[in-house]
T-cell receptor
Framework: DARVTQTPRDKVTEMGQEVTMRCQPI?????VFWYRQTMKQGLELLAY????????DSGMPKDRFSAEMPDATLATLKIQPSEPRDSAVYFC???????????FGPGTRLTVL | RKEVEQDPGPFNVPEGATVAFNCTYSNSASQSFFWYRQDCRKEPKLLMS???SGNEDGRFTAQLNRASQYISLLIRDSKLSDSATYLC?????????????FGKGTHLIIQP
């Protein structure tokens, strides 16, 4: 049963620290998405990649956030420096042109103190 | 203006009852529509697509009204396991998994 995996599942850190979140998309999916979910804002698209190339990162604060796909099996989202307002659940999702569905990972619950 | 709007609820419904909720979208060029379900502290998962003619999957019925720009989800004979947040999703452009815009969700609580 193919699934999107994310690590870590939970992260508690102090303001100013660097946070790196990792995602392994489903093998064969060529599109990868990063979302942030909070009670107030709901699911917000931060960035997405197709065939490892960034297509849209307009939802991402550029000064502190960066997203990359070093290879087809790994996507990373980095926050440096982290701030308390970054506390949220970060989801990675993958998909392909064949299906209308995005498959979500379990999320990384980030708490910045 | 928000692109996809939903009543956040919560909708408190007794087990066995029928419940329905709507979602409105602002872009008339919207191409495709979906309902995702998200359980507490879990990831969203596709529940069903919404077709122009309406479609049914067991106890779940989805309807699309393009003229009024809303979609609906109806759940019959509700079960305790239906308790979740239901996310309305609209695709404006692109194809496949691209271009999805998520609503903030409607929280449903089925009570015994």
């Amino acid at each position: 049963d193919a699934r999107v995996t994310q690590t870590p599942r939970d992260k508690v850190t102090e303001m100013g620290q660097e946070v790196t979140m990792r995602c392994q998309p489903i093998l064969g999916h060529n599109t990868v998405f990063w979302y942030r979910q909070t009670m107030k804002q709901g699911l917000e698209l931060l960035a997405y990649f197709r065939n490892r190339a960034p297509l849209d990162d307009s939802g991402m604060p550029k000064d502190r956030f960066s997203a990359e796909m070093p290879d087809a099996t790994l996507a990373t989202l980095k926050i440096q420096p982290s701030e308390p307002r970054d506390s949220a659940v970060y989801f990675c999702a993958s998909g392909s042109f064949t299906y209308n569905e995005q498959f979500f990972g379990p999320g990384t619950r980030l708490t910045v103190l | 203006r928000k692109e996809v709007e939903q009543d956040p609820g919560p909708f408190n419904v007794p087990e066995g009852a029928t419940v329905a909720f709507n979602c409105t979208y602002s872009n008339s060029a919207s191409q495709s529509f979906f309902w995702y379900r998200q359980d507490c502290r879990k990831e969203p998962k596709l529940l069903m697509s919404v077709y122009s003619s309406g479609n049914e999957d067991g106890r779940f019925t989805a309807q699309l009204n393009r003229a009024s720009q809303y979609i609906s989800l109806l759940i019959r004979d509700s079960k305790l396991s239906d308790s979740a947040t239901y996310l309305c999703v609209v695709r404006y452009s692109g194809g496949g998994a691209d271009g999805l815009t998520f609503g903030k969700g409607t929280h449903l609580i089925i009570q015994p």
